[in-house]
């Protein structure tokens, strides 16, 4: 049988007129702040790349700066050669408009020459936020243009569409997708918004509450080093972070002012609460790159973003006052990304809070970091030291889910279980397999499944997997990796 050519990620690129949307676009398919977002025209001004997943397919995405007509300034000149080149070099180009500012003199220039371009395209018409604004699609239909699509990126409506239109133009659709290395955990920007629900269906179906499967016999190899648990404090500049360290140590150990920025490199702290030591790691508040300005900072803030690499467990704080924000996400996704433990503290709580606020605040945390509903949330002032047992007791919760070890034989009757309900998909007409599974390491739970195709399994079925070992094990509120191999 001939062998599989080597997989070649594909680029696409993201062009328009300055500020219609492209960056939060690529931010939101690549699920990270790489670009700088404002609402101001050229911000973008080189060629910026991220790597996704649509559907399968790894991709390499790219942001690119406004494209200009005539009369602009050098550096806009710059910007629009740059954004040029990116369209010669990618293999799929999505042109985006503006879809509330409708059809310019700009838009028409472009779409002429880009029509004469011969890559791939889909023309998207952004900012399109409710169904009702779908009708000022017809303004651009009159151009002739297509495919069409009306989007909005800030709140990943006709995401769908859009990964669709994308794959089919890159014509991979006909093929099976190679999908990502085995120890990344990217995922599909489409799927994502519709998985979690149809698969929670097939585990609740599951006949798995048995109570010998929830015993916590261990398997010896998977056992976590002997050492101590270490916290990384994490957060925004100025959301209370130094504070809650020096109420937790009870002393100042950490330089406290109401100016953002105070902390610059990290402070290791040990604290014993109840015969239990912990280290905890103040850090620099992460704020977005377009306000990171000074080079310490900046070198800081990397700091920061190290100690999560380091750490067991990160507290990430979030003012309840003003609510959880796009930066809050983007530290948020850093540590998800790693596969942290995540427990989010909602500081300030004794700062003018509404009747029934908890249940606002919570539901702001359902809309802006939905991918951490399996995350424990404790309510605290740091000031005021309310509620900082909470703090201790959720580290302890998590702790025993994060160094849980199953045995090998009660592992694989799980998988038995649950691959019969809901069998492995089909690559080239064939079943994919699973041989057995074991955990290999903890901190977090981490479970390897050898199988005969294991760049072939799906993230969908990933997901399903990893949903029903945390129903299962009782590791709902740690992240749980599953990879696979061959024998």
Not at 406 to 431: A, R
Not at 439 to 451: A, D, E, G, L
């Amino acid at each position: 049988m001939q062998e599989q050519e080597p997989y070649k990620k594909p680029i696409v690129a993201i062009v328009g007129r300055p500020n219609v949307g492209k960056s939060t676009l690529f931010n939101r398919i690549t699920r990270k702040w790489s670009s700088n977002v404002e609402d101001r025209p050229g911000i973008t001004r080189d060629r910026i790349y991220g790597d996704c997943e649509i559907e399968g397919y790894p991709i390499t995405l790219m942001d690119t700066g406004g494209l200009q007509i005539d009369n602009v300034s050098i550096v806009e000149q710059k910007m629009s050669e740059q954004a040029y080149k990116g369209i010669e070099e990618a293999d799929f180009i999505v042109f985006v408009m503006d879809g509330i500012a409708g059809v310019t003199p700009w838009d028409r220039e472009w779409i002429k020459k880009v029509r004469q371009i011969q890559t791939p395209k889909v023309f998207v018409a952004n900012k399109l936020d409710h169904s009702s604004q779908d009708l000022k699609l017809n303004e651009f239909y009159e151009l002739g243009v297509n495919p069409l699509i009306g989007i909005s990126a800030e709140h990943r409506r006709g995401f769908s569409d859009l990964g669709e239109s994308i794959i089919k133009g890159l014509n991979l659709d006909k093929y099976p997708a190679p999908y990502l290395q085995e120890d990344e955990k990217k995922e599909s920007f489409v799927s994502e918004l519709v998985e979690e629900g149809l698969l929670q269906d097939s585990i609740n179906d599951l006949d798995l509450n048995d109570n010998e499967l929830k015993n916590e016999d261990e398997n010896e190899d998977a056992k976590p080093k002997d050492r101590l648990l270490s916290i990384a404090i994490i957060g925004r500049p100025n959301v209370g972070k130094s504070t809650l360290l020096n109420t937790l140590l009870r002393e100042d150990r950490c330089i406290v002012d109401d100016a953002p920025g105070t902390t610059r490199d990290p402070i290791h702290s040990f604290v014993y609460y109840q015969d239990h030591e912990y280290k905890f790691i103040d850090t620099a508040g992460i704020r977005r790159r377009a306000k990171t300005k000074e080079k310490v900072e900046t070198v800081s803030v990397m700091q920061a973003l190290k100690v999560v690499d380091e750490a067991d467990i990160t507290l990430l704080m979030i003012d309840s006052v003003i609510g959880p924000t796009e930066q809050d996400a983007h530290v948020a996704g850093y540590a998800f990304e790693k596969s942290k433990a995540i427990i989010l503290i909602a500081n300030k709580w004794d700062e003018g809070i509404k009747k029934n606020s908890r249940e606002e605040f919570e539901s702001l945390l359902e809309l802006k970091l939905n991918y951490l509903n399996y995350c424990p949330v404790i309510y605290v002032s740091a000031k005021t030291g309310k509620n900082m047992n909470s703090i201790f007791e959720s580290i302890e919760f998590i702790r025993k889910q994060y160094d849980k070890t199953i045995k090998t034989s009660q592992l694989n009757d799980v998988f038995k279980k649950i691959v019969d309900h809901h069998p492995l998909p089909v690559y080239k007409g064939q079943q994919i397999k699973m041989y057995y599974a074991t955990q290999v390491s903890s901190r977090p739970p981490t479970f390897m499944v050898f199988c005969n195709y294991p760049k072939n399994v799906h993230f969908s079925y990933k997901r399903y997997l990893i949903n029903a070992l945390r129903e299962v094990f009782e590791l709902e509120n740690v992240p749980v990796r599953v990879l696979f191999r061959s024998r």
